[in-house]
């Protein structure tokens, strides 16, 4: 299957790649300045990769995290190019041994191939001398880290960003820490936001604080309902609508109550 969609976004150029087109969450774009790319893109998606990354060789990839379709060819890539990928530290050894994913995302995005990486360097830099300045910001995994390049005015933002209103949840995101995370980058100057999913936002910063408005009143809401004496699922119901076959199919590792019980156990709503 060829490249979906390719990206020119002033320095930025991007591929768009994924086994189905499903929306969003089911495609992946792999982004790159100069010599320098910004995650792998899943494993079954290698020789569109490839091709792309071809264009350019690398000198660096910088891996926002460990999950499967940010990182599955990193192996692949550091074999051909002779590198060693940069990554959280927090990353670092799932990266290197492997670990399992749920045969729903293995169906998406293939199975992620274990590969030696190294810590930030404390000058990593773009081809022209400009700064990447690493950012961490758990809560959707605990290694999440955006890139923010303040010389141009860019935040890479790995999955901090998706959509401007989210109605699921993994099993294991955190949404005080997502909403801490939110609240340390808009701290940041910057315009463009690169999401690897959602494509170039070129209103980042209100972007990112319009989700953090919509996470907060959700976390009021459902808090309200709570203290009414309300149960979990009549919450999640009179908020985000039933469960979905969304949930079904995710086995409920990903779905309304996942987001409603972790709105419940916010305790920062600045």
Known sequence: MPVRQRYQHDLVEGARVGRFNLGIN?????????????????????????????????RQLLIT????????????????????P???????????????????????????????????????????GSRIMPVHTPGHARDLTCF??????YLFSGDLYLSKTIRYFRSDENLDELMASLRKV??????????PHRGPVTDGHN????????????????QSLQQQGLPLAQIVKRLLGKEDMVGLVTGYNFCKTNLVRSALAVTDLS
């Not at 992946?28 to 060789?57: H, K, S």
């Not at 499967?68 to 051909?80: V, Y």
């Not at 927090?90 to 191939?113: C, E, I, V």
């Not at 274990?114 to 000058?123: H, L, R, W």
Request: with cysteine.
């Open 86 to 128: 940069y990554a959280p530290t927090q990353a670092l050894d799932k990266l290197r041994n492997g670990y399992k994913t749920p045969l729903l995302q293995q169906l998406f995005w293939g199975k992620p191939k274990p590969v030696e990486t190294q810590p930030f360097a404390d000058d990593l830099v773009l081809d022209n």
């Open 207 to 222: 972007a990112l604080a319009e989700k953090l408005d919509n996470l907060r009143q959700l976390c009021q809401h459902a």
């Open 65 to 84: 995290h460990h999950h499967e379709d940010h990182a599955a060819n990193g192996a692949a890539i550091a074999a051909k190019y002779q590198l060693i």
């Open 186 to 195: 808009l701290a940041l100057d910057f315009d463009t936001l690169l999401c």
């Open 26 to 58: 089911t495609t992946f774009i792999v982004y790159r300045i100069g010599d320098t790319l910004f995650d792998t893109g899943p494993g079954n998606q290698w020789p569109e990769v490839e091709q792309f990354v071809a264009e350019r060789p690398p």
């Open 148 to 153: 923010y390049l303040p010389q141009q005015g």
